[in-house]
């Protein structure tokens, strides 16, 4: 009964010990805010994996009402290219600007993305705090058709990489 009365009391001071020292490590300043700096992989790897959880915990389960056929990721494409590619980069040239927050703005084309489409139209609709990337004001089917287009931008096909092409430079 005393090893576990003091493996007990061990296993508290221990657990009060790291919760005090995190509270001293960032209320007196030490952790690193400097947006120039890479931020460690422990820092990474958790607000990752608290962003991904948060998301998928609060988008609706829901499948995509829009078929994804080349017109519908044309329209897509159209509102990404006026409205995202300054941060998440268009076909084959990665944004200069995005790559620079933190977390990096992903980079749709080059790596796609880890969210559904359903995830990718809550983040649009809600936005993510201390990203840059703030809520959308597009009408639920706009954003359906923003989040065919950037489930599938990494695979486009060439008819759609075309019509996108075509109806920007009009």
């Known amino acids: ?5 003091f493996g007990s009391l061990t296993a508290i001071l221990v657990v009060a010990m790291v919760a005090i020292g995190t509270v001293a490590y960032a209320g007196l ?13 422990l820092e990474t790897e958790f607000m990752s ?4 959880a948060s998301v998928r915990r609060r988008a609706p389960k829901a499948q995509n009402p829009q078929t994804p056929t080349d017109e519908t990721l044309i329209s897509g494409g159209m509102i990404y290219l006026n409205d995202c590619v300054g941060c998440h980069g268009a076909p084959g040239k990665p944004s200069e600007f995005g790559v620079l927050f933190y977390p990096p703005a992903p980079q749709f084309f080059q790596m796609g993305t880890q969210f559904s489409e359903s995830e990718i139209v809550w983040i649009g609709r809600h936005g993510i705090r201390r990203t840059g990337m703030y809520p959308q ?8 058709t923003l989040a065919a287009f950037i489930m599938r931008a990494k695979n486009l096909s060439p008819s759609v990489l075309n019509g996108i092409q075509g109806q920007q430079s009009k």
């Open 29 to 41: 300043g030490f952790a690193p805010v400097e947006a120039d700096v890479k931020p460690g992989l």
């Open 137 to 144: 004001s597009y009408t639920d089917d706009k954003l359906w």
């Open 1 to 5: 009964m005393k090893k576990f009365v």
């Open 49 to 52: 994996s608290v962003v991904h």
